[in-house]
């Protein structure tokens, strides 16, 4: 059987129906599921929280998972409720960053290359190229380039590289002038 329906359309008393019978549905999607818990505009917080800590007593396994592969679904979901200060936030990276880490070592696995990690998301909606495959270390995934993007991290870089270029130009006259 399949659901035919959206699951953030759905409403507690659904949710809770195909939670427990999701053996019964071929198209039955945890990550679907994950995403709509913090899309779902029908439901309160308490029901979102409660739903949440009902998928997680079936599918633990697969919600630990997603700090691999959809970190920020994973942060909506575990935040749900939470009044999280930027130290909170921090922190909860960390956490994410190190049990990645851990994951990534016990399966063996050497590349990241799946999830969140193998798509192009520069951050701006209407980036023409969202979506896009791409392949982890490649010069398209490294600079973004996409209309609108500015890349921070080649910004900063070349901002280093233009004080370096002051701080040796200052040198370089000093040393000449001493040379007079």
């Given at each position: 059987?399949?659901?035919?329906?959206?699951?953030?359309?759905?409403?507690?008393?659904?949710?809770?129906f195909?939670?427990?019978?999701?053996?019964?549905?071929?198209?039955f999607?945890?990550?679907?599921?994950?995403?709509?818990?913090?899309?779902?505009?029908?439901?309160?917080?308490?029901?979102?929280?409660?739903?949440?800590?009902?998928?997680?007593?079936?599918?633990?396994?697969?919600?630990?998972?997603?700090?691999?592969?959809?970190?920020?679904?994973?942060?909506?979901?575990?935040?749900?409720?939470?009044?999280?200060?930027?130290g909170?936030?921090?922190?909860?990276?960390?956490?994410?960053?190190?049990?990645?880490?851990?994951?990534?070592?016990?399966?063996?696995?050497?590349?990241?290359?799946?999830?969140?990690?193998?798509?192009?998301?520069?951050?701006?909606?209407?980036?023409?190229?969202?979506?896009?495959?791409?392949?982890?270390?490649?010069?398209?995934?490294?600079?973004?380039?996409?209309?609108?993007?500015?890349?921070k991290?080649?910004?900063?870089?070349?901002?280093?590289?233009?004080?370096?270029?002051?701080?040796?130009?200052?040198?370089?006259?000093?040393?000449e002038?001493?040379?007079?």
């Amino acid at each position: 059987m399949e659901i035919g329906k959206q699951f953030n359309s759905l409403s507690f008393k659904e949710y809770q129906f195909y939670i427990e019978n999701h053996k019964n549905y071929s198209d039955f999607n945890t990550l679907g599921l994950y995403r709509s818990i913090s899309e779902n505009e029908k439901l309160s917080l308490e029901e979102k929280i409660k739903v949440r800590d009902l998928a997680n007593t079936i599918f633990q396994k697969t919600f630990d998972f997603l700090q691999v592969k959809d970190p920020w679904t994973y942060i909506k979901v575990e935040a749900l409720g939470l009044e999280l200060t930027n130290g909170d936030k921090e922190q909860m990276w960390r956490k994410i960053r190190k049990y990645q880490e851990k994951i990534l070592r016990e399966k063996r696995i050497r590349h990241q290359n799946f999830g969140e990690y193998s798509k192009h998301n520069c951050g701006y909606e209407t980036c023409s190229m969202n979506g896009i495959m791409i392949k982890q270390g490649s010069w398209f995934a490294e600079y973004e380039m996409c209309i609108g993007n500015i890349n921070k991290y080649i910004q900063k870089k070349k901002s280093e590289r233009r004080k370096s270029d002051r701080k040796n130009e200052t040198q370089i006259i000093k040393k000449e002038l001493d040379l007079e």
